[in-house]
């Protein structure tokens, strides 16, 4: 399909940027307005159903990614409810993206009554016929909830998929109950540009060697070209409030488990360890995955 072309700051509309980074055929841009940092140019097929086949599966097959997806986010998502449960323990909660409807079922089982969507049909198949849970195969725009409808929204790892991510926050805040709790993860492109550096100098230690499963595009530290948008724990906040939220805040989340080459899993637990000291001790934030939460 034919690219998108010069895609304009999705933040402030500024048309102007400078490409700070490139790789497999893709570019890093910062605007030269407001420093924000995208993807540009952008793909239509990006936007235009790519989710949708990259979850096609049979039904065997299907069984197998749902396990290999749980077993490999349920750390994730326990962390992430105990965060949760902390500053919300009952009411409406939504989560968008989301996904085969794991993070959930687990919030089912923890007394919340959950919502959720997503824009992969066999996802929300599986969400709705296996686990039986409230989903739709919408946008949050399209499915068009009513305004202060939910006390929690979760939305982790899809920021940076969405083409107006300040659309979507904007959104987000319409139908968030007025004391309602916000909570979003997504990756810190800090941390993600110097990791991309050190396997540009050091090839052995990359993560992905091949393309991303099921797709003509060689596999990326910034997961080019899914990944559209790139957030600073800065950058993340001055779009929070630009949306409406306040109190933003931020912490510490557990990620998600990974195998592989053992050099690399021993360097991202050391980045770990160094994050966390950094964070409790000088409350100086530079995880790989920012973890924030914003109230109305």
């Not at 924000?36 to 299907?62: A, T």
């Not at 997503?118 to 499915?143: F, H, P």
């Not at 998929?161 to 319409?174: F, T």
Request: charged share 25%.
């Amino acid at each position: 399909m034919e690219d998108i072309k010069n895609r304009n700051c999705p933040f402030c509309n500024c048309q102007f940027s400078q490409i700070i980074y490139s790789d497999c055929g893709f570019n890093i841009v910062k605007c030269d307005h407001c420093k924000y940092i995208y993807m540009n140019p952008l793909l239509k097929e990006i936007l235009e159903g790519v989710y949708n086949e990259k979850y096609q599966f049979s039904k065997d097959r299907l069984e197998t990614v749902v396990r290999g997806f749980e077993n490999g986010k349920r750390s994730f998502f326990n962390d992430r409810l105990r965060s949760i449960k902390k500053r919300r323990t009952f009411g409406k909660l939504l989560d968008v993206g989301c996904n085969y409807g794991i993070f959930l079922k687990l919030a089912k089982e923890n007394g919340y009554q959950v919502y959720g969507v997503d824009m992969s049909q066999s996802a929300i198949k599986y969400a709705r016929n296996e686990l039986k849970l409230n989903v739709e195969c919408k946008t949050l725009k399209g499915a068009n909830f009513p305004s202060e409808y939910f006390d929690v929204i979760s939305m982790f790892d899809v920021i940076e998929h969405v083409k107006d991510p300040i659309g979507e926050l904007q959104e987000i805040h319409r139908v968030l109950k007025k004391d309602g709790l916000f909570f979003l993860t997504t990756p810190n492109v800090k941390v993600y540009m110097l990791k991309a550096q050190i396997v540009k100098m050091f090839p052995f230690l990359a993560y992905y060697k091949d393309n991303f499963t099921g797709t003509p595009y060689k596999a990326n530290e910034f997961g080019l070209p899914y990944h559209i948008n790139f957030f600073t724990p800065g950058s993340l906040t001055k779009m929070l409030i630009e949306a409406g939220f306040k109190d933003v805040s931020f912490d510490l989340c557990m990620k998600e488990k990974y195998h592989g080459r053992y050099l690399r899993n021993l360097l991202r637990m050391l980045h770990v360890m160094m994050v966390w000291l950094l964070f409790k001790l000088f409350r100086v934030y530079m995880p790989a995955e920012i973890s924030a939460y914003a109230g109305k």
